[in-house]
């Protein structure tokens, strides 16, 4: 198959896309405007690759889509491209709105025509399989429940309801058109090549700069930890095998309280990078409470039974398996974040198609 990737330079697509080209014998069209957290240095070895194409088109740009579409003809679509981070919703919800929501819309009716064209010689085996969150279902405080796919929506940052928006789109393009559609709720993912604004990156770079840890609240809020390179195995097993109409949930297993998280990065490094900063004795000793963030919601947990029951798919990674991979990493490519850091990583951009 050859498979349209919306965000494949982001941390998700990224492994998605990795996966593929390393893994499997399927071509993949990269489609992706490389903001700021998109990283073309995190497709090593898909760039040389015959099988993979990179497209540098915003999925706002309707005339650009339609284009691609046209030269790359794709037998499906996984759409990844959104704008993540919560603390930046909270502070500008605009762009949120404007790729999540408006971007996904453009995509879906562009995907639209392209799957109605007269002559589509794929048309039956065609699919749009739209990536989506844990967080659209909201807060679990107070409860031993689990989010299931039938989880009534209730977001709570911009970021969340964004995302509610754009899985209510996806459905709606599949009740009333008839695109045959795919959508998986995904809980938190940690893994190599992760933007240093994540929890899990920013801690790390962090306590080897010596910097402060900053924790919100109490940091018992908990959360479902997901390695990335499962999710990359969960979605293509989705995209191939999965139901049309069907919502998957895909989660780690792995319930975490933030401040259980920080501790045990703080514990690896003490094992994996003793040489600490000046002045730091302990890097636990970094940990800083701050002003929880608004609507922070307390809980989140999946159940993804119904992927495991129907598609075999179980996450390979504990969260000690995972987390000390990811930590280990972060050590081994210190110039992969450096230029992240800098900005350096900015001057990798392409303006021209291959």
Same mark, same amino acid.
């Given at each position: 198959?050859?498979?349209?990737?919306?965000?494949?330079?982001?941390?998700?697509?990224? *492994?998605?896309?990795?996966?593929?080209?390393?893994?499997?014998?399927?071509?993949?069209?990269?489609? /992706?405007?490389?903001?700021?957290? +998109?990283?073309?240095?995190?497709?090593?070895?898909?760039?040389?690759?015959?099988?993979?194409?990179?497209?540098?088109?915003?999925?706002?740009?309707?005339?650009?889509?339609?284009?691609?579409?046209?030269?790359?003809?794709?037998?499906?679509?996984? @759409?990844?491209? +959104?704008?993540?981070?919560?603390?930046?919703?909270?502070?500008?919800? /605009?762009?949120?709105?404007?790729?999540?929501?408006?971007?996904?819309?453009?995509?879906?009716?562009?995907?639209?025509?392209?799957?109605?064209?007269?002559?589509?010689?794929? %048309?039956?085996?065609?699919?749009? @399989?739209?990536?989506?969150?844990?967080?659209?279902?909201?807060?679990?405080?107070?409860? /031993?429940?689990?989010?299931?796919?039938?989880?009534?929506?209730?977001?709570?940052?911009?970021?969340?309801?964004?995302?509610?928006?754009?899985?209510?789109?996806?459905?709606?393009?599949?009740?009333?058109?008839?695109?045959?559609?795919?959508?998986?709720?995904?809980?938190?993912?940690?893994?190599?090549?992760?933007?240093?604004?994540?929890?899990?990156? @920013?801690?790390?770079?962090?306590?080897?700069?010596?910097?402060?840890?900053?924790?919100?609240?109490?940091?018992?809020?908990?959360?479902?930890?997901?390695?990335?390179?499962?999710?990359?195995?969960?979605?293509?097993?989705?995209?191939?095998?999965?139901?049309?109409?069907?919502?998957?949930?895909?989660?780690?297993?792995?319930?975490?309280?933030?401040?259980?998280?920080?501790?045990?990065?703080?514990?690896?490094?003490?094992?994996?990078?003793?040489?600490?900063?000046?002045?730091?004795?302990?890097? %636990?000793?970094?940990?800083?409470?701050?002003?929880?963030?608004?609507?922070?919601?307390?809980?989140?947990?999946?159940? *993804?039974?119904?992927?495991?029951?129907?598609?075999?798919?179980?996450?390979?990674?504990?969260?000690?398996?995972?987390?000390?991979?990811?930590?280990?990493?972060?050590?081994?490519?210190?110039?992969?974040?450096?230029?992240?850091?800098?900005?350096?990583?900015?001057?990798?951009?392409?303006?021209?198609?291959?």
């Amino acid at each position: 198959m050859k498979l349209l990737i919306t965000g494949g330079a982001g941390f998700i697509g990224s *492994a998605v896309i990795r996966h593929l080209i390393g893994d499997t014998s399927h071509e993949v069209v990269n489609v /992706d405007c490389l903001t700021y957290a +998109a990283n073309l240095a995190s497709l090593p070895g898909a760039l040389a690759s015959p099988r993979y194409a990179f497209e540098q088109v915003d999925i706002c740009d309707r005339d650009n889509l339609l284009r691609v579409f046209k030269e790359h003809t794709p037998d499906a679509v996984m @759409h990844l491209a +959104a704008e993540s981070h919560v603390d930046r919703s909270i502070e500008g919800p /605009d762009v949120f709105i404007r790729t999540n929501l408006v971007g996904t819309c453009n995509l879906l009716q562009v995907a639209l025509e392209y799957w109605s064209a007269p002559g589509f010689e794929s %048309r039956s085996n065609f699919r749009f @399989h739209h990536v989506s969150t844990d967080e659209v279902y909201g807060d679990l405080e107070g409860t /031993d429940a689990l989010f299931t796919e039938t989880t009534c929506y209730a977001p709570s940052s911009p970021y969340s309801a964004s995302k509610a928006g754009s899985d209510h789109l996806v459905r709606a393009w599949h009740r009333t058109y008839g695109l045959p559609v795919i959508i998986t709720n995904c809980s938190n993912n940690y893994g190599p090549y992760q933007f240093p604004e994540k929890l899990i990156p @920013h801690m790390i770079l962090n306590a080897l700069a010596g910097k402060p840890l900053p924790v919100y609240g109490n940091g018992l809020q908990i959360r479902d930890w997901l390695y990335v390179e499962d999710h990359a195995r969960a979605l293509c097993e989705v995209l191939i095998r999965g139901g049309v109409g069907e919502t998957y949930n895909i989660g780690g297993h792995n319930e975490k309280r933030n401040l259980e998280v920080v501790e045990t990065v703080c514990d690896l490094l003490e094992e994996l990078a003793p040489e600490k900063p000046k002045a730091v004795a302990r890097y %636990r000793d970094l940990i800083t409470f701050v002003e929880d963030r608004p609507g922070h919601d307390t809980r989140y947990a999946i159940d *993804a039974s119904k992927i495991q029951h129907q598609l075999g798919w179980l996450p390979e990674e504990t969260f000690e398996s995972g987390i000390g991979k990811t930590v280990k990493w972060y050590l081994d490519h210190r110039d992969w974040w450096q230029q992240v850091l800098t900005g350096a990583y900015r001057l990798q951009r392409i303006g021209q198609r291959p």
